[in-house]
Nanobody
Framework: QVQLVESGGGLVQAGGSLRLSCAAS????????MGWFRQPPGKEREFVSAISWGGGRTTNADSVKGRFTISRDNTKNAVNLQMNSLKPEDTAVYYC?????????????????WGQGTQVTVSS
């Protein structure tokens, strides 16, 4: 069992930055793929970014490439999402998730555990 708690959301102007953090509790954190997803108002949950067990491989949605960076610190059971050059269309609830399998890391269904989400609002 893995418990995930996100933090760092808030209101920011377009062009600004935010850093989201996800604290994980439970065992064997470093064996899980970690991902970030988001759910814009009135839309389905979508993939943002994922990172491999050791942190050596990352996958990012085209919409955030060059702007968002995912990282993890297995010694602290934490995964972070640095978001730069934010746009109004980045407004969403952001979720941290953990997956036991490395298959289909962009798919919501591939993840076994989810946090409660943190709101990010980007004003124009």
């Amino acid at each position: 069992q893995v418990q995930l708690v996100e933090s760092g959301g808030g209101l920011v102007q377009a062009g600004g930055s935010l850093r989201l953090s996800c604290a994980a509790s439970g065992h064997i954190f470093d064996t899980y793929i970690m991902g970030w997803f988001r759910q814009p108002p009135g839309k389905e949950r979508e993939f943002v970014s994922a990172i491999s067990w050791g942190g050596g491989r990352t996958t990012n949605a085209d919409s955030v490439k060059g702007r968002f960076t995912i990282s993890r610190d297995n010694t602290k059971n934490a995964v972070n999402l640095q978001m730069n050059s934010l746009k109004p269309e980045d407004t969403a609830v952001y979720y941290c998730a953990a997956a036991r399998s490395q298959l289909s890391v962009t798919d919501v269904g591939a993840y076994d555990y989810w946090g409660q989400g943190t709101q990010v609002t980007v004003s124009s």
